[in-house]
């Protein structure tokens, strides 16, 4: 018996080539683990993992401090936890010839952009220059989203434990968001 083997180890267990590291010879899972979703359950924001938004791909625009995901619920853009099944938390990426991003809720058509008061909206269902968004990654983690009024960008910002989205001059004050592909 080497250095690496114990006597509380299997006969069925093996050492891997010449490294000395133990080396289980089968792996075990749960068989009631049911495969297929549940259709009658709510969808939480739980899980996934962050990534670039890509023309093309369609994405969970989840909040990075909070997890709730951007959710176009009765006509209203907010933030929710469980955001249901039906949809309004699905945004398909698309990119204009210039290089803005746009992202398109599946279900309405509406496109995510500036409202022209202050805050962020879903209404559009033709992209305009409110709805060409600017991703930029953040060092702590996750993104800004910023949307142009003239020539400024506005990032997008939360407010009040509702989950209201507002646009804010600073990055100070610009919340960060991760795209997760759904």
């Not at 069925?12 to 089968?26: C, D, R």
């Not at 960008?153 to 004050?173: C, I, Q, Y």
Request: aromatic share 10%.
């Amino acid at each position: 018996m080497d250095a690496w083997t114990t006597a509380t180890q299997s006969d069925a267990s093996s050492l891997s080539g010449t490294t000395g590291v133990y080396t289980p010879t089968h792996t075990t899972s749960n068989p009631n683990l049911e495969l297929e979703p549940n259709p009658t359950t709510l969808f939480s924001t739980d899980g996934g993992v962050g990534s670039a938004p890509e023309a093309g791909g369609t994405y969970m625009i989840r909040h990075v401090d909070t997890g709730r995901a951007v959710t176009l619920a009765d006509g209203d853009l907010v933030l929710r936890t469980d955001v249901g099944t039906d949809g309004g938390w699905r945004w398909h990426c698309s990119e204009n010839d210039n290089g803005w991003l746009r992202f398109r809720e599946t279900v309405s058509g509406a496109y995510l952009g500036r409202d022209g008061y202050g805050g962020f909206r879903a209404k559009e269902q033709s992209p305009g220059k409110g709805e060409h968004l600017l991703i930029r990654p953040r060092e702590a983690g996750g993104c800004n989203i910023f949307a142009m009024d003239w020539w400024t960008l506005m990032a997008m910002s939360t407010r009040g434990l509702e989950g209201n989205l507002f646009e804010t001059k600073t990055v100070k004050e610009a919340s960060r968001f991760e795209f997760v592909r759904v």
